[in-house]
């Protein structure tokens, strides 16, 4: 167990709606990470939270958007939702750009 | 080009083999990762190294700068080392992924 929490494990919805992902990480870091990982694309790096502010930004769509709330949990919004979307999604703490410790994922189907 | 290689894409080893898993990267860090993904999912971080040697039990991972590469190897090979291993490599704001080897150890 990381001490990562991830909600929910599974999410299955249709194509143009909203999800809501979440993620609390360990105690004590500061960082947040989010990564997608699809069949055809691998793992990708979506953005990075450090302490409430966006501190990097990888390939995340327009449609994609995140916020690090004051209690250091994270949430990835996804709208608009395409069935290229259905895939992994990982969110990683760590303290400061240290080692990362990676939640469980939830898997998103779009059907 | 993928910025950051892997190799061998699969890899069949039985129990108790020396296994060895390549990263080539071609961009600028100042740290490399290496990542385990079980079959269900889950990713653990193994290593983050930004020179020289690390080892934890029966896992070692090298790093050389200079020819921006590195390795995993794994002694004493074992069936629940069974996994996905995955090299990352941050760049500047970023994190590019190798594609990963899929490492089947049969006992």
């Known amino acids: 167990d990381s001490g990562v929490t991830q909600t929910p494990k599974h999410l299955i919805t249709a194509t143009g709606q909203r999800v809501t992902l979440r993620c609390s990480p360990r105690s004590g870091d500061l960082s947040v990470y989010w990564y997608q990982q699809s069949l055809d694309q691998g793992l990708q790096f979506l953005i990075q939270?450090?302490?409430?502010?966006?501190?990097a930004k990888g390939n995340i769509l327009e449609r994609f958007s995140a916020q690090q709330f004051p209690d250091l949990h994270s949430e990835l919004n996804l709208s608009s939702l395409e069935l290229g979307d259905s895939a992994l999604y990982f969110c990683a703490s760590s303290v400061t750009n240290n080692e990362q410790f990676f939640g469980p994922g939830t898997r998103l189907t779009v059907l | 080009k993928n910025e950051v290689e892997q190799s061998p894409q699969n890899l069949t080893a039985q129990e108790g083999e020396f296994i060895t898993i390549n990263c080539s990267y071609s961009v600028g860090i100042s740290a490399l990762h290496w990542l385990q993904q079980h079959p269900g999912g889950g990713i653990v971080s193994l290593f983050m190294l930004s020179s020289g040697k690390k080892k934890h039990g029966r896992l070692i991972a090298t790093i050389n700068i200079q020819e921006k590469h590195s390795s995993l190897h794994i002694t004493a090979s074992h069936p629940r080392d069974s996994a996905v291993y995955i090299c990352a490599a941050p760049n500047n704001n970023d994190m590019r992924f190798g594609a990963g080897t899929r490492l089947t150890v049969k006992p």
């Open positions: 939270y450090y302490n409430g502010e966006e501190r």
